[in-house]
């Protein structure tokens, strides 16, 4: 038996155990950069399996390696920890409103199944490379607030997990990266599975409108309505909407986070929080130059004072088209169905930041229902959700770790040219 059997058949052989932890860590979602439960859960069972080489790193990330024989290359699997505010999903927390309406707890199942794997089998006694199982804290945007408090703990400098894990040097050295993510099926359609692609980049930016207070009836010509500086600069992003270059397929919402509390009284401060998203970099810097601008036209309209920062980013995430290839080998050797790669996606997460550095590919899986992020997200098919995304990324994995490492070096060095 060799080893992609080897490892195939444990995998397949122990589904019930990868399912039964899939539950229990839907029971557990977190907010970004506080997973403290997830990651303790995640922690005792790599220990459990006698693996000691565990790092910590960007607040509740983990990085556990595992070595090879020889160590010609390294390849990193990515399971990402946090959860989403989605009161009315399944998974919810009734304290928090957090639930994993994303899907995330697949992801770190698949890293438990895949370090269970490997290391009762012994795998990497048979591969030349390292491979590394990445615990990524905070891919979906955190709440500003959190952010604000952490940074001011000095405990984090990024706003997203895998940014904050550059600054600790934690992709330094890597070849190739795997990631994976949840996707619902299609009607009709089993076991799917394609590859992501490309997706848009995005920045958030938080706007502060601060007026002057005054009674509203009394003497409203004596205060400065921040919130009617706020409308303004609404009405001003919707007018350029009919200009954004239609290729860039740009997206922008925003949120009045605050706008007021009294009635009684003319609103001396609020808070604009504005999401764009586009295909690449010059596109993303187009709008929110836009967007700055209707700020400050709306804020210079009424006498506001206005400040303003970006909050968030992640750069456009591209796949690398060689690791997709080994990537659908090996999908549709586990499948037996075609594995097709998925058009670009208006959604954007931080693995485009890593994407610009080291090959990268996502990996989507079917076994869902729902939308993303939506309440009606929810797991309808066990096996497709817990089992066969760990069977693709091992099969994966053991091709680039085998052989010397070739298709990985060969990976990595058409990326550098």
Request: net charge negative; with cysteine.
């Amino acid at each position: 038996m060799n080893i992609f059997e080897k490892v195939d058949n444990y995998l397949v052989e122990n589904k019930d155990k990868w399912i039964r932890w899939g539950g229990e860590l839907a029971t557990m979602p977190e907010y970004g950069f506080c997973e403290v439960k997830t990651s303790a859960y995640i922690r005792e069972k790599l220990e459990e399996l006698g693996i000691t080489d565990i790092k910590e790193t960007a607040v509740t990330g983990l990085i556990a390696r595992l070595p090879g024989r020889a160590h010609k290359g390294t390849a990193a699997y990515i399971g990402e920890l946090d959860g989403i505010y989605s009161p009315e999903n399944e998974t919810a927390d009734p304290e928090t409103g957090v639930s994993h309406a994303c899907g995330h707890n697949i992801q770190t199942t698949a890293l438990l199944a895949l370090a269970e794997a490997f290391v009762k089998t012994g795998a990497m006694e048979e591969l030349d490379g390292d491979l590394l199982l990445m615990a990524v804290p905070a891919e979906e945007n955190t709440p500003t607030d959190i952010l604000e408090r952490l940074k001011a703990e000095g405990k984090i400098s990024e706003d997203c997990g895998k940014r904050e894990m550059m600054k600790h040097h934690d992709f330094d050295g890597i070849d190739a990266v795997i990631g994976s993510h949840s996707l619902e099926d299609y009607p009709g359609v089993k076991n799917l599975v394609m590859v992501n692609s490309s997706c848009h980049g995005q920045e958030i930016y938080r706007f502060e409108f601060k007026g002057k207070a005054a009674h509203s009836t009394v003497c409203p010509e004596k205060g400065i309505n921040a919130l009617n500086a706020v409308v303004n600069a609404i009405n001003g992003i919707q007018a350029v909407r009919e200009y954004f270059p239609p290729e860039e397929s740009i997206r922008v919402s925003y949120n009045i986070v605050e706008g007021g509390h009294n009635i009684g009284s003319i609103v001396d401060y609020a808070v604009l929080d504005v999401v764009a998203a586009a295909r690449s970099m010059e596109g993303l810097g187009w709008v929110i130059k836009q967007i700055i601008k209707a700020c400050e036209n709306g804020a210079s309209m009424t006498g506001c004072k206005l400040e303003y920062r970006m909050t968030s980013r992640y750069k456009p995430y591209v796949v690398d088209d060689s690791l997709l290839e080994v990537i659908k080998e090996n999908a549709t050797k586990i499948t037996g169905c075609e594995t097709k790669t998925r058009p670009h996606n208006y959604f954007s997460n931080d693995l485009g930041d890593v994407s610009q550095m080291i090959p990268t590919a996502q990996i989507v899986y079917g076994g869902c229902e729902g939308d993303l992020h939506s309440p009606e997200f929810r797991i309808t098919d066990e096996e497709d959700s817990f089992v066969n995304p760990a069977r693709v990324t091992a099969s994966t994995l053991i091709d680039l770790l085998s052989k010397d490492c070739e298709k990985l070096v060969k990976i990595r060095e058409g990326f550098r040219k």
